[in-house]
Structures are given as structure tokens and as C-alpha cells.
Antibody, heavy 118, light 107 residues
Framework: EVQLVESGGGLVQPGGSLRLSCAAS????????MSWVRQAPGKGLEWVAN????????YYVDSVKGRFTISRDNAKNSLYLQMNSLRAEDTAVYYC???????????WGQGTLVTVSS | DIQMTQSPSSLSASVGDRVTITCQAS??????LNWYQQKPGKAPKLLIY???NLETGVPSRFSGSGSGTDFTFTISSLQPEDIATYYC?????????FGQGTKVEIK
């Protein structure tokens, strides 16, 4: 059974940093693109970042470029999102998801809440 | 960036009604479009991929169509368990975007 479990969310002050993790199991992690998607409270879904199987390609939504870094450790079956210079508008539930086909998000974690507030 | 315009933002329909949601892309995205269902407090669920392919295990009352810039998502006979917010998502390139969502309620 495919499982994705996010962790690392919490309350952080504006300008602070946080590192999210996503532990994957039930599939060959190194064979799949992975993504982060977020959802601000009461708002819609926003794609955040993608990373290729070997980590050689990374793509970001403009609003996080230069502040967030997506990475992975295939030996640990783990996906990460390093978030720096956090802003109030980064407050959201962050989901990790496994990509299938060209860009379908078939498996999702339960999400982890990040709150940026003083 | 490719913008996705989804409409309506909300709708209310009776059980058994046919429900239609549209999504328009700001440029040609071929059939690189998915539809998701999200219930409150839950992660999204993939329903339709590549514009018209039904995900395994998803009831056949859900369907999708379209290509290029105009896409349609249909629930042929609305059921109480279909109450949720539905999103389209394009993946024409590696910078993805979602539609704004459509909240479906029972009248």
C-alpha cells in the first residue's frame, strides 16, 4: 500500500525557516517524480514544487522561487521541502504527492499545517 | 504561466441531477488535464486523468471531456456522497496550475 506521511509543520515567525519531510513507503520511491502542493486555510490548491526521480530537475511556483528548496533522499525514501524567509501568505496545509504519468497526482499524504505568524 | 479558469465557483443541485463544471486554459494544453475531488479535511483524490480517463475505482457517473483549451467535468447523477470541492489541474509543462475549485452542494 502506498503511504506518504508528512511531518515538520508548525508555528513559525515571519522570516523564519522550516523543513518539511515526507516519508514514502509501499512503492519504489526512486522511480517517481514527487511534488509538494499547498492549500491556504479556506482556499484552493496551489502546486508548489516538483522534483525528478534523481533530483536533477526541480521546478517551483514563482511565489516560492528562491525561498523554498525541494529535495529528496532516495536511500531514505524521503522527500523534503526547505522553506526559508517565510511569509504570512505561506500559511497552509502542505501535501506531498506522488506523480504518475506526465503529471497526475494519484497518491497524497494527509498534509502538515504550517502557520506563519508572530 | 498557464492560467486555469474554472466555473462555476459553487453550485447547488438536487440528488440525481446532472452536474457540469468547466475549466478553460489560457493556452492550448492538449489533453494534459486532471480532475480532483476534495472533501473537507481530506487530501484531494484523483478522479479523471488525461482529460477523459476515469481513475480506477472511481464510479462511472464521473466523466471528463475536452482538449486544447476547453474542458468539461460531469457528474451524470449527483449523489449525496459527491458533496465536495472539485479542481482541475493542468500539466502541459512542469509548472502546474490548479483551477480555483467548484464547491458542489445538495439543494
Amino acid at each position: 500500500e502506498v503511504q506518504l506521511v508528512e511531518s515538520g509543520g508548525g508555528l513559525v515567525q515571519p522570516g523564519g525557516s522550516l523543513r518539511l519531510s515526507c516519508a514514502a513507503s509501499g512503492f519504489t520511491f526512486s522511480s517517481y517524480w514527487m511534488s509538494w502542493v499547498r492549500q491556504a486555510p479556506g482556499k484552493g490548491l496551489e502546486w508548489v514544487a516538483n522534483i525528478k526521480q534523481d533530483g536533477s530537475e526541480k521546478y517551483y511556483v514563482d511565489s516560492v522561487k528562491g525561498r523554498f528548496t525541494i529535495s529528496r533522499d532516495n536511500a531514505k525514501n524521503s522527500l523534503y521541502l526547505q522553506m526559508n524567509s517565510l511569509r504570512a501568505e505561506d500559511t497552509a496545509v502542505y501535501y506531498c504527492a506522488r506523480v504518475v504519468g506526465g503529471g497526475s497526482l494519484r497518491y497524497w499524504g494527509q498534509g502538515t499545517l504550517v502557520t506563519v505568524s508572530s | 504561466d498557464i492560467q486555469m479558469t474554472q466555473s462555476p465557483s459553487s453550485l447547488s443541485a438536487s440528488v440525481g441531477d446532472r452536474v457540469t463544471i468547466t475549466c478553460q486554459a489560457s493556452q492550448d494544453i492538449s489533453n494534459y488535464l486532471n480532475w480532483y475531488q476534495q472533501k473537507p479535511g481530506k487530501a484531494p483524490k484523483l478522479l479523471i486523468y488525461d482529460a477523459s480517463n476515469l481513475e480506477t475505482g472511481v464510479p462511472s457517473r464521473f466523466s471528463g471531456s475536452g482538449s486544447g483549451t476547453d474542458f468539461t467535468f460531469t457528474i451524470s447523477s449527483l449523489q449525496p456522497e459527491d458533496i465536495a470541492t472539485y479542481y482541475c489541474q493542468q500539466y502541459d509543462n512542469l509548472w502546474w496550475t490548479f483551477g480555483q475549485g467548484t464547491k458542489v452542494e445538495i439543494k
